[in-house]
C-alpha cells in the first residue's frame, strides 16, 4: 500500500494518486494481462496496444476533444515542442509567429523558434517581473501562428481566456491541463509535458488539429514531424510504455473521480483556501496580480525575505516538501495538482498560522 508520508506541494514531477502508485508498482512487478513486468512487455504486444488505445480515448473523453484532432503521445518534453513547433510551422514560411512572453517557459520557447524563422512578442510581463499575463494585443491575420503559455508553472499566472482569431493558436498546457475545462476547438495544437498533471515524466501529450498538421510542406525529420506520430499510432519507435501506462491509471482516476467538472471545482476550493491565508495572513502577500493568480500553483512571499528560510524549513519539519519558490524566483510555490488533496492545504494553511501566531504577528489584517 501506498502511504502518503508527506504532503507534496512540489512543481513537478509532481504528486499522483496513492491508488495510481499501487497500481503502477503492481504492473513493474507483474502486469496481469501479459504476465510479465510492464517495464519488459513489447509495445508491439495486443495488451499494450490496448493501452495506447485506452489512453487516447481518455483524453478524449476527458477533455472531449473534437473528431479532427489527433491525439499523440511524443518524448522530449514540453521542452521539445519549443522547438518542434516552430521546426513544422514556422520554417521555409516567410510569414512570423508571434508568441506572448509571459513567463519563463514561454521565454525559452521564444529562444527555440528564433532558430526558424521571424519571432514577434506581441506582448510580455517581463519589466513587471511576469506577475501577470500582458493583454493588449492584437493578432496580426498574417501570422503563421499565435502561441501562448496557459499557465506560468514558475510565476503562478493562468490565462483565464484565450483570443478568438483566424491564425492558429498553439499553447503549451504542461502544468493546468486536466485541471480544468477547457474548449479544445479554439486551439491548432496543444502540448504538455505529463510530468504535472497527466502522469510520470517521459511522456509528452500533443492534441494538434488534423488540418493544422497537415499544412507543413517542407521536409521535417521523421522523429519532429507530427504526421509520423499520427500515421503510427504514436508507435514510430519505442514509445514511453511505462509512462504512457501510468498517465493512463491516472486518466482513469481522474475518470472515476467525476472529470473535470469536479476536478475543477476542487482546485478552485483548494486555491481559495490557500489564497484567503495569503491575504489574511499578516506576514505573507501573494506574488501574482489577483485578476491572473493561477489555480495550480499558488506563489507567494514574506514582507519580510529573511524569514523566508526559517518558514520553508518550519513548513518541512510539519510535513510538507516542494514548497520553496523556482531558484531564480525565490518565496514560495505551493503546487496544488490534482492529486493533492484539500487537506494538504488545510495543513499548509495551519502552518501558515501558527508561524504568524509564534511571531506574534496580529492575527488581523495590518492594512
Ligand atoms: C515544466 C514545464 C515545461 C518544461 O517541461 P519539460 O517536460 O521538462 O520539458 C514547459 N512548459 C511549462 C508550462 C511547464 O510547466
Known amino acids: 500500500m501506498n502511504t502518503q508520508f508527506k504532503h507534496n506541494f512540489g512543481a513537478g514531477p509532481c504528486i499522483l494518486p496513492g491508488l495510481v502508485l499501487d497500481r503502477a508498482a503492481e504492473a513493474v512487478k507483474c502486469w496481469d494481462e501479459a504476465g510479465l513486468s510492464i517495464l519488459e512487455i513489447s509495445h508491439r504486444s495486443a495488451p499494450f496496444e490496448n493501452v495506447v488505445k485506452q489512453t487516447e480515448s481518455l483524453v478524449r473523453e476527458l477533455l472531449n476533444v473534437?473528431?479532427?484532432?489527433?491525439?499523440?503521445?511524443?518524448?522530449g518534453g514540453a521542452s521539445m515542442q519549443f522547438c518542434m513547433v516552430p521546426m513544422n510551422f514556422l520554417q521555409g514560411s516567410n510569414k512570423a509567429a508571434v508568441y506572448i512572453d509571459a513567463g519563463y517557459f514561454g521565454q525559452k520557447a521564444?529562444?527555440?523558434a528564433g532558430l526558424f524563422g521571424n519571432v514577434n512578442v506581441?506582448?510580455?510581463?517581463?519589466?513587471?517581473?511576469?506577475?501577470?499575463?500582458?493583454?493588449?494585443?492584437?493578432?496580426?491575420?498574417?501570422?503563421?501562428?499565435?502561441?501562448?503559455?496557459?499557465?506560468?508553472?514558475i510565476e503562478g499566472?493562468?490565462?483565464?481566456?484565450?483570443?478568438?482569431?483566424?491564425?492558429?493558436?498553439?499553447?503549451?498546457?504542461?502544468?493546468?491541463?486536466?485541471?480544468?475545462?477547457i474548449d479544445i476547438s479554439k486551439f491548432d495544437l496543444i502540448y504538455a509535458g505529463a510530468q504535472k498533471n497527466t502522469g510520470p515524466a517521459g511522456m509528452t501529450l500533443v492534441i494538434a488539429k488534423n488540418e493544422f498538421i497537415d499544412s507543413v510542406k517542407h521536409p521535417v525529420p521523421s522523429m519532429l514531424d507530427y504526421r509520423v506520430y499520427r500515421d503510427n499510432g504514436s508507435m514510430y519507435n519505442t514509445p514511453p510504455v511505462f509512462a504512457i501506462?501510468?498517465?493512463?491509471?491516472?486518466?482513469?482516476?481522474?475518470?472515476?473521480?467525476?472529470?473535470?467538472?469536479?476536478?475543477?471545482?476542487?482546485?478552485?476550493?483548494?486555491?481559495?483556501?490557500?489564497?484567503?491565508?495569503?491575504?489574511?495572513?499578516?506576514l505573507f502577500y501573494g506574488s501574482a496580480a489577483m485578476?491572473?493568480?493561477?489555480?495550480?500553483?499558488?506563489?507567494?512571499?514574506?514582507?519580510?525575505?529573511?524569514?523566508?528560510?526559517?518558514?520553508?524549513?518550519?513548513?518541512?519539519?510539519?510535513?510538507?516538501?516542494?514548497?520553496?519558490?523556482y531558484r531564480t524566483v525565490g518565496g514560495f510555490r505551493a503546487s496544488l495538482y490534482n492529486a493533492l488533496p484539500y487537506e494538504s492545504v488545510k495543513v499548509l494553511v495551519a502552518c501558515m498560522k501558527a508561524y504568524a501566531e509564534k511571531h506574534h504577528a496580529n492575527v488581523e489584517p495590518a492594512y
Open 291 to 325: 485578476q491572473d493568480r493561477s489555480l495550480m500553483n499558488v506563489t507567494f512571499r514574506m514582507y519580510d525575505k529573511a524569514q523566508e528560510a526559517e518558514f520553508i524549513a518550519y513548513a518541512e519539519k510539519n510535513g510538507m516538501v516542494g514548497i520553496r519558490g
Open 157 to 181: 499566472t493562468e490565462m483565464f481566456s484565450f483570443p478568438n482569431t483566424n491564425v492558429p493558436v498553439v499553447c503549451d498546457m504542461s502544468s493546468d491541463i486536466f485541471s480544468r475545462e
Open 245 to 282: 501506462y501510468t498517465a493512463m491509471l491516472n486518466l482513469q482516476w481522474l475518470r472515476d473521480k467525476g472529470g473535470l467538472k469536479v476536478i475543477e471545482m476542487e482546485n478552485k476550493a483548494k486555491a481559495q483556501l490557500l489564497y484567503e491565508e495569503i491575504d489574511r495572513n499578516p
Open 122 to 153: 506581441l506582448a510580455s510581463s517581463k519589466e513587471r517581473g511576469y506577475s501577470d499575463i500582458p493583454g493588449g494585443y492584437v493578432i496580426p491575420e498574417d501570422a503563421a501562428y499565435f502561441h501562448c503559455t496557459s499557465n506560468n508553472t
Open 66 to 75: 473534437p473528431e479532427n484532432y489527433s491525439v499523440l503521445f511524443l518524448q
Open 110 to 112: 521564444i529562444k527555440e
